[in-house]
C-alpha cells in the first residue's frame, strides 16, 4: 500500500546507440586494466585464462595485496564507478533487443571471474540477467530450463570445483569457521562425496553471516558516521583523506573476538547497524520493502528502466543478505546503489516535503 503511494519518480537516461557502445567499450578497457592490476593477467588474452581455480584464486590475492596501482588505479576505479549505473541501465534496456550488447557488458564480469578465481561477479550477472528477463516477461514455462535450471548447474558445479581447487583436493574435517564440517559418513556423503561437500559449503555460505550477527550482540561498536554500511567509501575516506581510520565498527569488534569479517561472512545486519543501531535495521528493511515496492509499480505502469535497476539492486540486496552488504561491496555497486535506490527515497520525501 506504502508502495504504490510512493512517488516514484523515474529518470530516463537519453543515451543514443553511438554512446552506448562508447560507454560499453571505455567499461571493458577499464574493467581489464583493474583486473591486470590486480592479477596481473590480461581479459584479452586467451593463454591468461585457466582451470587450476586454486591457484588462480590464491595468486590473485597474493598479486591484489600487493599491488600498487597508484593515480592510474585511482583514476580508472574513479571512471569506472562514474559510468557503472549507466552500464546497468543500458543492460537492461538492450535485453531483449540488442544482444550484441548484453555480450560485450557480459564479457567483463565472466572475465574478471575467471580471473580472479571467485564466484561473485557471475552471481552478479546471473541475477542481473534473471530479474531483468523474469519483469520483461521473457521466462516462462519453455524457457524456465534454459535460462534457470542449465545456468544454475553449471554455476554449482563450478562452485563446487572451484571450492575442492582451493583446498588442493584435500578438504579439511570443518571449514574455517571451525562450525561447519564435513560427514562423508552421512547420507548425502554416502550418495557421493561431492554432493557432501556442495551441501557444507553452502550450508556454511547461508548460515555463516547469522553465526556472525550472534556475536555482534553485546558487542560494542562506534557510530559509522553514515558510512559504516558502504565499506569501499569508509575505506576511500580514510585511505585518502585520513576520515574514519579510528572508528571501531562491528566488524573490528568482530575480529577483535576472532571472527575474521575479510574471510567469513558477517550478514548485513551487523554492517546496517554500523549506521542505524540495531533498533533502526528494521526500519531500513521497512524503507526498502516500500521502494521496492513503489519501483514494481512504475515498472508495471510505465516500462521505465530505472525503475527495473532499481528492482534489480534490491533483490541483489535480498539475496545477500544472509552474507553481507553485496550492494556496497565495491565502489562500483555503491553507486549504483546511490543512483538507483538512495536517488529514489530522497526524491519521495522531496516530492512529498514540496506538496505539504
Not at 124 to 141: H, P, Q, S, T
Not at 157 to 165: G, P, S, T
Amino acid at each position: 500500500m506504502f508502495g504504490r503511494r510512493l512517488a516514484f519518480s523515474s529518470p530516463v537516461f537519453k543515451l543514443n546507440n553511438g554512446l552506448q557502445y562508447f560507454l560499453i567499450v571505455l567499461f571493458i578497457i577499464l574493467s581489464a586494466e583493474q583486473v591486470r592490476i590486480l592479477s596481473g593477467k590480461l581479459i584479452f588474452n586467451p593463454f591468461d585464462y585457466s582451470l587450476e581455480f586454486g591457484n588462480i584464486y590464491e595468486d590473485f590475492y597474493k598479486k591484489s595485496a600487493e599491488a600498487d596501482g597508484g593515480i592510474l588505479a585511482f583514476l580508472i576505479t574513479i571512471v569506472k564507478m562514474a559510468i557503472f549505473p549507466l552500464i546497468l541501465y543500458i543492460f537492461c534496456e538492450s535485453l531483449g533487443k540488442d544482444w550484441k550488447k548484453l555480450a560485450l557488458i557480459g564479457f567483463p564480469f565472466a572475465a574478471s571471474s575467471m580471473m580472479r578465481g571467485t564466484d561473485k561477479e557471475l552471481m552478479d550477472l546471473a541475477i542481473l540477467v534473471f530479474v531483468a528477463m523474469f519483469y520483461k516477461g521473457m521466462i516462462n514455462r519453455r524457457t524456465v530450463a534454459l535460462m534457470l535450471l542449465l545456468p544454475l548447474f553449471l554455476f554449482l558445479f563450478l562452485f563446487l570445483v572451484r571450492r575442492v581447487d582451493r583446498y588442493g583436493g584435500y578438504l579439511p574435517p570443518c571449514l574455517a569457521d571451525r562450525i561447519t564440517c564435513f560427514d562423508f559418513q552421512g547420507t548425502l556423503g554416502s550418495i557421493s562425496p561431492s554432493l557432501e561437500i556442495l551441501y557444507v559449503f553452502i550450508t556454511s555460505y547461508i548460515t555463516q553471516g547469522y553465526y556472525a550477527l550472534g556475536l555482534t550482540f553485546g558487542l560494542d561498536a562506534d557510530w559509522g558516521m553514515g558510512v559504516g554500511h558502504l565499506p569501499p567509501v569508509k575505506s576511500i575516506l580514510c585511505s585518502n583523506f585520513d576520515l574514519g581510520c579510528t572508528v571501531r565498527d562491528y566488524q573490528y569488534a568482530l575480529d577483535g573476538i576472532g571472527w575474521d569479517p575479510l574471510a567469513q561472512w558477517t550478514s548485513v545486519y551487523p554492517i546496517l547497524a554500523n549506521d542505524f543501531t540495531f533498533f533502526g535495521v528494521p526500519f531500513f528493511f521497512l524503507v526498502i520493502g516500500i521502494v521496492f515496492k513503489a519501483a514494481e509499480a512504475e515498472w508495471i505502469k510505465a516500462r521505465s528502466i530505472y525503475s527495473l535497476c532499481t528492482l534489480i539492486i534490491i533483490t541483489q540486496f535480498f539475496i545477500f543478505s544472509s552474507a553481507n552488504m553485496q550492494i556496497a561491496i565495491s565502489v562500483d555497486w555503491v553507486v549504483a546503489t546511490v543512483v538507483f535506490l538512495y536517488v529514489p527515497i530522497i526524491r519521495s520525501v522531496l516530492f512529498a516535503a514540496v506538496r505539504r
